[in-house]
């Protein structure tokens, strides 16, 4: 897969449009890639200071470990389970959440996440469970 094809994956959905998630970098021998979001007031738990929602945090998690199967199944693909732990609070405008597929057998794939803040801090961390048993569009 390309860079300009998976781009076009996860541009190709306008919640991420919506969400400005954008591909930083990817690695599909290694099954590992890292999307961005930036804060926005929107996007905030507190009217006072920019303070990222962790439903946010979880969507962009859940939304890299797809990717992450895509990457090695070609196309995305549905979530199984999701579970989320959140360590601190982000400082700064920018989460990178980094993905690496751990496994992907025929009908499941695991994927652990990582989100870090632009201090390089890590906020939180992720397990997914994807099905990847795709069938082709025919």
């Known amino acids: 897969m390309t ?19 954008a591909l930083e970098d990817f690695d599909q ?21 920019v303070e990222l929602h962790g439903g946010v945090i979880a969507t962009l998690i859940d939304i890299a470990g797809d990717y992450a199967v895509a990457l ?6 549905p979530t199984i389970s999701l579970h989320v732990d959140y360590l601190r609070f982000a400082r ?9 597929l751990i496994k992907c057998g025929r009908s ?8 870090a803040d632009e201090t390089g801090a890590l906020i939180a961390v992720g ?3 994807y099905s990847s048993a795709v069938k082709s569009a025919a």
């Open 108 to 115: 499941i794939a695991v994927v652990d996440i990582e989100v």
């Open 72 to 77: 090695k199944v070609g196309q995305g693909v």
């Open 127 to 129: 397990r997914g469970t």
């Open 29 to 49: 021998a290694a099954g590992r890639l890292t999307l961005s979001l930036t804060a926005r007031e929107a996007f905030s738990r507190d009217d006072a200071r």
């Open 3 to 21: 860079r300009a094809e998976l781009e076009a994956m996860v541009a190709g959905c306008p919640f991420h449009r919506t969400l400005g998630i």
């Open 92 to 100: 700064g405008a920018k989460v990178l959440a980094t993905a690496t």
